[in-house]
Structures are given as structure tokens and as C-alpha cells.
């Protein structure tokens, strides 16, 4: 019912009545860093690929490429699931929020073992010796979750390739496996980078791969958690692979347009927006 001009159900509930929209960040977790296969070369593991990276509109306070938000209904239950990151040489978990999955990273590849690195949400890199380089985007979303890793280098050489980022691929020959970069986001008000790949763990005359920004971790490093960054590979001569970093989701819509008793994660404002922030898996009421 409708009376001067304003919603009676409405009123001093905080918010409308009808379904509003989420803008939503969802980051997979990282994949594990590659172990080492074979001591006698002393070649580390390949960098994890970073979880994939998925994000709804933007508008001029975002920097990602504009999809449509989730529509939710006043009252509803919405299962999230926030992944962990994956151990060595195994893909991170996904991140799920309605109908919007993120792929975990792609796990890393012993060294020296012409081993192609691990698909995901980004890939990770390809082991020395010729090692492929993991393939990002796994499976396919528009836009892109993420990027591929970068090769290992051919010729019986010691370097392995870094993990894919949210924002570049991997690094790859002849550098000493660098991890891609993550991206960037303000969707809680503040610009944060996640989502960066692992590096390759150093060995005979190759030193750590860097990380990539946004929790990448550096060779021989784990991946930051809750970031969706990649595990770094294992140093040459035993080391095992780093675990990725542990996936993230935020949520944020207009506060006038939602219930005021919506739940979940960690809530906090932004200007009239309200922002979800989840660091494990749990449930948003809307």
C-alpha cells in the first residue's frame, strides 16, 4: 500500500521491497606452487596460477569490465562459498556466489619436468625443459577470469615459468619466472589488488621468480590469503611447492534499496552503498 508519497512496507525497514542488485567481486583461491622433480638438476617447481578473477558493472569508482550484477530477492538465502588455496602442484578452490563461479588457480609443475602447468582461472607455469604454459580462462567466461602461465624455458635450462595473473599471463623465458599481475578494484571503497600469480622457485643458477602483485607469492613463498594469489614454486633441490592463497567475495549494493536486516561476512558502508566482505565460506541474507 501507497500513502504521501511513500512505500508503507518500506518504511522504517531501512530499504525497499522489491528484488535490488549486487555488484560482486568473486576471487577464486590460488593454485599450489610446483614441487621439484628431479634434485640431480636442481630445478624448482613452477609458480601457481592465481583463482579466477570475476567482477559485475563498473562504474566510474571501478576499474573492471562492465557484466550484469545478481539480482536478489528481500528475505533470501544465497550459499557463498569462498575456496582455499590449493597444496603443491594442485588447482586452488573455486569461489561461488548465485550464479557467478570463479575457476581456482591452475597447480604448478615439478621442475625440470617438460610438464605443462595446470589450467584454471589463470594457468600456471610450465615446468623447465620445455614445460607449457598452463591455460587461463578454464573454462572460458566473458570476460576473462584470467590469463595463462608463462612457459618453462627449453634446452635442459633450470627455469620454470611463473603463475598467471588476473591481469597478465606468467612470466616465461628467458626471465626467471615472474608471476602475472592481479587487478584492481575499489569495490569496498578502497583500491586493492588481487589475484596475482606465483613464481617460480629458484634452482641451480635461477633465482626465485618475483611475485605477482595482488598476493602472489614469490618463489619458494606462499600465496597471501584471501587474495586468490598463487603459491610460489619450490626451490631446486627438495623444497616443496607453496599452498596458494585462499579465495575472497564482496558484495555491494545501495543501502536504500535492501532490507536493513541483510547479513553476512563482514558488513561495513561505503558512501549510500553497503559492502559484504566474506574471508570464508558462509551465507548472504538479503
Same mark, same amino acid.
Given at each position: 500500500?501507497? +500513502?504521501?508519497?511513500? =512505500?508503507?512496507?518500506?518504511?522504517?525497514?531501512?530499504?525497499?521491497?522489491?528484488?535490488?542488485?549486487?555488484?560482486?567481486?568473486?576471487?577464486?583461491?590460488?593454485?599450489?606452487?610446483?614441487?621439484?622433480?628431479?634434485? $640431480?638438476?636442481? !630445478?624448482?617447481? !613452477?609458480?601457481?596460477?592465481?583463482?579466477?578473477?570475476?567482477?559485475?558493472?563498473?562504474?566510474?569508482?571501478?576499474?573492471?569490465? +562492465?557484466?550484469t550484477p545478481i539480482e536478489v530477492d528481500p528475505g533470501g538465502s544465497y550459499a557463498i562459498t569462498v575456496g582455499n588455496g590449493g597444496g603443491q602442484n594442485t588447482q586452488g578452490g573455486q569461489g561461488i556466489f548465485s550464479t557467478i563461479t570463479s575457476a581456482g588457480g591452475g597447480g604448478g609443475r615439478a621442475g625440470h619436468g617438460n610438464?605443462?602447468?595446470?589450467?584454471? /582461472? +589463470?594457468?600456471?607455469?610450465?615446468?623447465? =625443459?620445455?614445460?607449457?604454459?598452463? &591455460?587461463?580462462?578454464?573454462?572460458?567466461?566473458?570476460? +576473462?577470469?584470467?590469463? =595463462?602461465?608463462?612457459?618453462?624455458?627449453?634446452?635442459?635450462?633450470?627455469?620454470?615459468?611463473?603463475?598467471?595473473?588476473? =591481469? #597478465?599471463?606468467?612470466?616465461?623465458?628467458?626471465? $626467471?619466472?615472474?608471476?602475472?599481475?592481479?587487478?584492481?578494484?575499489?569495490?569496498?571503497?578502497?583500491?586493492?589488488?588481487?589475484?596475482?600469480?606465483?613464481?617460480?622457485?629458484?634452482?641451480?643458477?635461477?633465482?626465485?621468480?618475483? &611475485?605477482? *602483485?595482488?598476493?602472489?607469492? $614469490?618463489?619458494?613463498?606462499?600465496?597471501?590469503?584471501?587474495?586468490?594469489?598463487?603459491?610460489?614454486?619450490?626451490?631446486?633441490?627438495?623444497? &616443496?611447492?607453496?599452498?596458494?592463497?585462499?579465495?575472497?567475495?564482496?558484495?555491494?549494493?545501495?543501502?536504500?534499496?535492501? &532490507?536493513?536486516? #541483510?547479513?553476512? /561476512?563482514?558488513?561495513? *558502508?561505503? /558512501?549510500?552503498?553497503?559492502?559484504?566482505?566474506?574471508? !570464508?565460506?558462509? *551465507?548472504?541474507? !538479503?
Amino acid at each position: 500500500m501507497t +500513502s504521501f508519497g511513500y =512505500n508503507i512496507l518500506g518504511f522504517g525497514a531501512g530499504g525497499g521491497v522489491g528484488p535490488y542488485t549486487v555488484d560482486y567481486v568473486v576471487v577464486a583461491a590460488g593454485g599450489g606452487g610446483g614441487g621439484t622433480a628431479n634434485f $640431480a638438476f636442481a !630445478s624448482g617447481g !613452477s609458480g601457481g596460477g592465481a583463482g579466477g578473477y570475476r567482477v559485475s558493472w563498473n562504474t566510474g569508482s571501478y576499474d573492471e569490465p +562492465s557484466t550484469t550484477p545478481i539480482e536478489v530477492d528481500p528475505g533470501g538465502s544465497y550459499a557463498i562459498t569462498v575456496g582455499n588455496g590449493g597444496g603443491q602442484n594442485t588447482q586452488g578452490g573455486q569461489g561461488i556466489f548465485s550464479t557467478i563461479t570463479s575457476a581456482g588457480g591452475g597447480g604448478g609443475r615439478a621442475g625440470h619436468g617438460n610438464q605443462t602447468g595446470g589450467a584454471g /582461472g +589463470s594457468g600456471a607455469g610450465g615446468a623447465a =625443459n620445455g614445460g607449457g604454459a598452463g &591455460p587461463g580462462n578454464n573454462p572460458s567466461t566473458t570476460p +576473462s577470469q584470467g590469463n =595463462n602461465g608463462g612457459a618453462g624455458e627449453g634446452g635442459g635450462s633450470h627455469r620454470c615459468g611463473g603463475g598467471g595473473g588476473a =591481469n #597478465t599471463t606468467g612470466g616465461g623465458a628467458p626471465s $626467471a619466472g615472474p608471476g602475472g599481475p592481479g587487478r584492481s578494484s575499489t569495490i569496498d571503497g578502497s583500491a586493492t589488488t588481487r589475484a596475482g600469480g606465483g613464481g617460480q622457485g629458484g634452482g641451480g643458477a635461477s633465482p626465485n621468480g618475483t &611475485p605477482g *602483485t595482488g598476493g602472489g607469492g $614469490a618463489g619458494n613463498s606462499p600465496g597471501q590469503a584471501n587474495t586468490g594469489g598463487g603459491g610460489g614454486g619450490g626451490f631446486g633441490n627438495g623444497q &616443496p611447492g607453496k599452498p596458494g592463497g585462499s579465495g575472497i567475495i564482496l558484495l555491494r549494493y545501495e543501502t536504500g534499496d535492501a &532490507p536493513a536486516a #541483510t547479513s553476512g /561476512g563482514s558488513k561495513t *558502508t561505503d /558512501g549510500t552503498a553497503t559492502v559484504h566482505t566474506f574471508n !570464508s565460506t558462509g *551465507t548472504f541474507l !538479503s
